[in-house]
């Protein structure tokens, strides 16, 4: 009998069920799946009855970890991000592959050398966003690039959104896991190439000002945002050549002006707050706005309306986000570090997914390519996936089989590269490409000559 391939899986939250359901349709792979909700894998060890479920807290128990890392061919780590490196650091002196759905960070290019060293893989960036992006990027840069034509520009856009008939809040969105990460992205600072100048926008906000219509897909009625730091991309897709270069975020209208609200109220606040330890005594979200805004506890709260109402600038979109969430009321604040971490617990309650609501993931990238004819072709890309109300979530098909494939590379020799890859070459992207399909993740492509 063949020997087993023995799989470590890091992590039993939503993109887990496409990973373990993938990986498990060869039977020569065996799965340990390691996680600190207990819960969460006993559901996973009804629904997949071959994996070997370990309740463990493997960020706080180093050793275990490297002992279960050890006895494995491959670490799939979905944990989040910041623990990346020090699963990376046990796979070094394991000499274990690795593979994460997450951004390639300073953290993890620093273990570049030691993962060379050890001889072994460690794949990152093979999600949607960062992952599918890249790949779909790639494939139309290549093509161009083989015709000899250059990149002239290159935008797109990704978001996860509730399906349009979910969208029904003030914020025309709903959460599949924590927003603390999503609201503080709001007040990042990003940067972009446009018509060969370089745009920065400030921390704190104001990246909620640079809000455009996207009505590539009009019956969406989305809005958009820049993600980050775009102009890093140039190198790495080889696209040195193009006056624009834009990577963002995809919301639906309305988003941008609703949490702008929140952060005109001081809500997005990472400080840490005392107010809200478990030390202090329950705090409801009137008495919290009280203190923001400066005013007694006593206060009348129609005087307290009226107070955020002008704080608001007297905007009743932003009024109508904060009275729907009940920030007005005597709603207990959730126990926090910091304020922003209170709203997002609060949110999390108040605009999670029920049951049988889907969501969906909606990508569109355009690239410009100038022939050498001199004529000019836009390509347009885009990816829209459903969640399946019985089944995955949008995000999970399309973060998790991305990184189930990528995994199933590794194991079985496709990909064989040493070092830290990430998925910019045709050898790892195209198979990937190829066999998403398969999955029900189909993009579609179409080509428009300007001149």
């Known amino acids: 009998m063949d020997k087993k391939k023995k799989v470590l899986l890091l992590g039993s939250g939503y993109v887990s069920g496409p990973v373990i359901e993938y990986l498990s349709r060869d039977p020569s792979v065996e799965i340990t799946t390691a996680s600190v909700m207990k819960e969460q894998l006993e559901q996973l060890a009804k629904k997949y009855s071959s994996i070997i479920p370990v309740v463990v807290d493997v960020t706080k128990d180093e050793e275990k970890l490297s002992s279960m890392v050890k006895k494995h061919d491959l670490v799939i780590s979905l944990l989040p991000y910041s623990f990346h490196p020090l699963v990376a650091r046990k796979c070094i002196d394991g000499k274990v592959n690795l593979v994460t759905a997450s951004y390639l960070t300073p953290a993890m290019k620093e273990l570049q050398q030691s993962v060379e060293a050890a001889g072994i893989t460690v794949i990152s960036e093979v999600g949607l966003d960062p992952g599918l992006d890249h790949m779909l990027a790639m494939e139309c840069i290549d093509k161009a690039k083989e015709v000899g034509a250059t990149v002239a520009s290159y935008t797109s856009f990704c978001g996860g959104l509730p399906a349009p008939e979910h969208s029904d809040n003030p914020l025309r ?29 400030p921390a704190g906000g104001a990246l909620l000002d640079s809000v455009t219509v996207m009505d590539f897909f009009p019956g969406l009625n989305l809005e958009g945002f820049p993600n980050r730091d775009s102009t890093k991309y140039a190198e790495p897709y080889g696209i040195q050549s193009a006056h624009t270069l834009l990577r963002g975020t995809l919301r639906y209208r309305g988003y941008s002006k609703a949490v702008g609200g929140f952060v005109k109220l001081g809500l997005i606040n990472t400080d840490l707050c005392l107010l809200l330890s478990a030390a202090a005594p329950s705090m409801k979200w009137q008495e919290l706005m009280c203190k923001l805004l400066g005013l ?17 600038d007297k905007d009743e979109k932003q009024l109508e986000a904060v009275e729907w969430l009940g920030l ?58 459903y969640g399946d109300a019985k089944g995955y979530s949008a995000m999970a098909k399309t973060v998790g089989y991305p990184t189930a494939i990528a995994a199933k590379m590794v194991l079985d020799g ?11 070459t045709k050898n790892v992207y195209g198979p990937i490409l190829e066999r998403v399909r398969a999955e029900g993740i189909v993009y579609n492509t179409q080509s428009i000559i300007k001149q």
Not at 296 to 312: F, G, H, I, T
Not at 414 to 424: A, C, Q, R
């Open 328 to 385: 007005l009321g005597d709603e207990p604040v959730p126990r926090a570090d910091t304020i922003v971490g209170a709203l997002a617990k609060h949110m999390e309650i108040k605009l999670s997914f029920g049951t049988g609501e889907r969501d969906m993931i909606v990508m569109r990238s355009e690239i410009g390519m100038r022939h050498p004819s001199g004529h000019l072709e836009e390509k347009h890309i885009s990816l829209v996936v």
């Open 414 to 424: 496709e990909i064989s590269t040493k070092g830290m890859v990430i998925p910019l």
């Open 296 to 312: 007694k506890p006593s206060v009348k709260s129609d005087d307290l309306r009226e107070a955020v109402y002008n704080k608001l």
């Open 173 to 201: 969105y709903k959460f599949s896991w924590s927003p603390q990460g999503v609201l503080l992205n709001t007040v990042q600072p990003a940067t972009y190439l446009k018509n060969g100048e370089i745009v920065n926008i």
